[in-house]
């Protein structure tokens, strides 16, 4: 019964996550949200014991786009643009 | 014995969606980080649990990983606030 509900609350935070980051205007907030989609995706991964994909989508998501994403953010401008 | 693992299982995820709500409405950077951070050592600890309850020595492993590659994100936020070279 407990996976059932794990199956359930993991998917609607990993979707919740990826929408806020799309909604944020902040870039650096919408990073962090995205780190956070991965995280728990890499979460939903471990629970459907697939524990391979999971460590790879953690160490490609979690760190190396997170990485990338905030040098980026560094090098141009971090508040998007109001249209 | 199955019933502590579930107990323990149902208090992370509940500690996971609090972090999580400080994640969104955060108002500050730092507050959201915090948040990151807190969800990052949860999930290990959660990872953990599982590989004890399915009696599993590779889940331990994904932790040990996760573990040594998640500080990454927060360090690297901190060192953006810090402003100067990265």
């Known amino acids: ?83 | 014995m199955i019933e502590v693992f579930i107990i323990s299982a149902a208090v992370i995820l509940i500690s996971i969606a609090l972090a999580f709500i400080r994640l969104i409405i955060g108002p500050t950077i730092p507050d959201r980080i915090v948040g990151l951070d807190t969800i990052n050592t949860l999930v290990i600890v959660g990872m953990i649990l599982f590989g004890a309850a399915f009696k599993e020595s590779i889940y331990i492993d994904v932790a040990i990983v996760y573990a040594l590659l998640s500080f990454v994100t927060t360090m690297l936020v901190a060192k953006y606030l810090e402003g100067g070279r990265m």
Do not use: N
């Not at chain 1, 650096?28 to 471990?46: G, P």
């Open chain 1, 1 to 83: 019964m407990m996976f059932e509900v794990l199956q359930i609350v993991v998917p609607i935070l990993t979707v919740a996550a990826a929408i806020v980051a799309v909604y944020f205007r902040d870039l650096l907030s919408a990073t962090i949200a995205l780190a956070a989609m991965s995280l728990l995706l890499s979460m939903e991964f471990y629970i459907l014991q697939a524990p391979d994909v999971a460590i790879a989508e953690a160490g490609v998501g979690a760190c190396l786009t997170t990485a990338i994403l905030i040098f980026s953010i560094k090098a141009t401008k971090r508040m998007e643009d109001e249209k």
